[in-house]
C-alpha cells in the first residue's frame, strides 16, 4: 500500500453547475469563464503539489489498475475565518466544523473530477471516502491518496 499526501494552499470552491443552451434542435453544455478558471487553479495547484516520488506511485499503480487498483480517499477542506467576526468569535471557530453555506459534496466532486488523469485514471477505483470541511487560519485542501493493487 503506498500513500500520498497533498497540501493544497488554494481556497477550496464547489464545483459549480453546468449551463445549458439551445442552438437550433441541439443543447450546448458549458461552464462559465469564472467556473473554468477555479477549475485549472485546483488542477495545476494538485499537478505542482505532486514530487517525483508522488508521480512514479501514481505511474506504478496506474500501470496495474486491470489487477484491482483500490484507492481510499480521504479530503479535508479547510476555511479562513473572516475577519468581520470579532476575536472571540475567531478563536471559538478555529478548527471547528464548517457548516455554512458551502455544500460538502461539492467540493467533492470538484477534487474528484480535478483528480481524473492526474492522481487516477478514474474516480472509480475510489471504494471509500472521507471527507470535512473545517474552519482555519489558511485556506487549504488536504488530500491523503492510498493507492492499494496487487502487482
Do not use: C
Not at 439551445?22 to 469564472?34: A, H, L, N
Not at 485546483?42 to 496506474?62: C, F, P, V, W
Not at 458551502?102 to 477505483?125: A, S
Request: aromatic residues 8%.
Amino acid at each position: 500500500m503506498d500513500t500520498i499526501n497533498l497540501l493544497l494552499y488554494i481556497e477550496p470552491k464547489p464545483l459549480k453547475r453546468a449551463r445549458h443552451s439551445k442552438q437550433g434542435s441541439f443543447i450546448r453544455t458549458y461552464y462559465d469563464k469564472e467556473t473554468l478558471q477555479e477549475m485549472d487553479n485546483l488542477k495545476y495547484a494538485i499537478i505542482n503539489a505532486l514530487s517525483e516520488q508522488d508521480r512514479q506511485i501514481i505511474l506504478t499503480h496506474e500501470a496495474n489498475a486491470h489487477n484491482g487498483l483500490k484507492i481510499a480517499l480521504k479530503l479535508e477542506f479547510g476555511f479562513v475565518i473572516p475577519s468581520s467576526y470579532s476575536m472571540k468569535r475567531q478563536r471559538a471557530l478555529k478548527n471547528q466544523p464548517h457548516t455554512n453555506h458551502i455544500d460538502l459534496d461539492n467540493l467533492i466532486k470538484n477534487v474528484l473530477d480535478r483528480g481524473n488523469g492526474i492522481l487516477w485514471n478514474d474516480d472509480k477505483y475510489i471504494h471509500t471516502l472521507t471527507a470535512s470541511k473545517r474552519w482555519s487560519d489558511v485556506n487549504f485542501i488536504s488530500i491523503q491518496i492510498q493507492y492499494e493493487s496487487t502487482q
